[in-house]
């Protein structure tokens, strides 16, 4: 419960009428899963995987958002976090990616390291606060289960390429916004 309060604080820190609403605002729609941005639960989902999975590199984690939201939709009708998702090279990821990670970051929710091998940008997202169980419910909980045992194996490139081939993602151009329309054309999850 003190992990929900804090991460509530940091929220109205955050929120404070402005990084949000001006970035985030928007009514439900199918661009965001017709939710509101939820940056609470969008918090939660990051820690859930980055207490999972060790090293969790920056572009996997985009992936791993996306398919939760998509597949939670799908299967629900609205998504979990609120956010948009939109179509860069390397796959689907947040609208506004690096202004949540800075966000978190900003929050002490995860941090971000760097390193730098054989002339490759490795970011990987290292937790800074213990899992907040109570903000997800179980429902939500068990589509990010599936989704982390459905990738846990899967390093950058893998989950990247997997996700090129997703309907949502060959359907749009770089840098527009990938409907949640199309999560209904998501299998094997």
């Known amino acids: 419960l003190e992990q929900a309060k804090s991460l509530r604080q940091n929220v109205d820190y955050c929120v404070d009428g402005r990084v949000i ?8 729609s199918i661009e965001n899963g017709f939710k509101s941005f939820d940056y609470e639960k969008t918090c939660a989902m990051v820690l859930f995987f980055a207490h999972r999975c060790k090293g969790l590199p920056e572009t996997k984690l985009m992936k791993l958002l996306n398919y939760s939201d998509m597949i939670y939709f799908k299967e629900n009708g609205v998504s979990i976090s609120g956010m948009k998702y939109a179509c860069l090279p390397y796959g689907p990821v947040p609208d506004q990616y690096e202004t949540i990670l800075r966000m978190l970051n900003a929050d002490h929710v995860v941090r971000v390291e760097v ?14 606060k213990d899992y907040p169980e109570e903000i997800l419910s179980e429902a939500e909980i068990e589509i990010l289960e599936r989704i982390y045992k459905k990738f846990k194996n899967f390093g950058s490139k893998k989950i990247s390429e997997y996700s090129h ?24 999850i």
């Open 21 to 28: 609403e001006t970035t985030f605002n928007g009514e439900p």
């Open 115 to 128: 390193e730098y091998a054989n002339g490759y940008e490795k970011h990987e997202i290292i937790p800074e």
């Open 165 to 188: 081939r997703e309907k949502g993602y060959a359907s749009a151009k770089v840098g527009e916004i990938i409907s949640y329309e199309y999560a209904k054309d998501i299998v094997g």
